[in-house]
């Protein structure tokens, strides 16, 4: 009977869950469930730093990336809130076969690279990679071994951030209506549906959220009541719990 270590036991557990997250992160349809996943596979790969006595990587992965990165870009995801059918509408025509070729170029090129640096080559040692301390190994390979690809990425990255500050940024042609002019323009539109403003969400005297759909007149839900961002993320709760069943359209007449 072969006894493992526990770190093999340990990596044998979390790597199958980090492959489950990574390919739900990719197939969820939901941003926020995909963030959450991505900010799991990352945590998983700070243990697996820190099991191979890389301290330093491991706590960067878990402060700087998951701390930071992931918890601000949720934030934005549920501040702001994601319609799934965007995602799916393509900005450029034909930009979809090349992501996908740039994306099995850039694998192909980052499996070769790993193959040639690992393949053939003996390991140096925990004890005499960090014989000068973790950081302090780390910080004499980036600053003077790699110190000129270092500075490529760091280009790169900061072109990546003004790439999307560029493609995120929408100028205006023309300046937006006002209120009053909004307001001026529904009531000279001639249609009473758009004169007065839209349903505010609820029922009234059973359920004020604003996830549930207000009743209309006849009892039946009013889907204009409930924002876009709650129906694109579909925390919209059914009404029908809510609806009446009879409704009374008679009018008594007071003596």
Known sequence: MIIQ?????MFWILAPLAIIAALGMLLVKKAVHSA???AYVMITLAIFYIAQ??????????????????????????????????????TIPGLRPIAITAAVGFGGLVTALIARATLGRDAIGLVDANAAGNVQGLAALLFSDYVWPFEV??????????????????????????????SIARFRSGSL????????????ARHNAVDVPALLPDGTPAPTSISATLKARGDMLESAQFQLDVVDTTVVEEK
């Open 193 to 204: 549906s758009t004169a007065a403003g839209l349903p505010g969400p609820g029922v009234f």
């Open 53 to 90: 006595e890389a301290l330093f990587l491991g706590i960067v992965q878990i402060v700087v990336y998951t701390g930071a990165v992931m918890m601000l870009f949720l934030f934005i995801l549920m501040l702001v809130g994601v319609d799934s059918s965007d995602s799916l509408k393509e």
């Open 153 to 182: 990425i760091s280009a790169l990255l900061i072109t990546a951030a003004l790439g999307a500050m560029v493609l995120a940024h929408h100028q205006r042609t023309v300046a937006r209506p006002s209120q009053r002019e909004s």
């Open 36 to 38: 959450l996943l991505l």
């Open 5 to 9: 270590s526990p770190e093999a036991i």
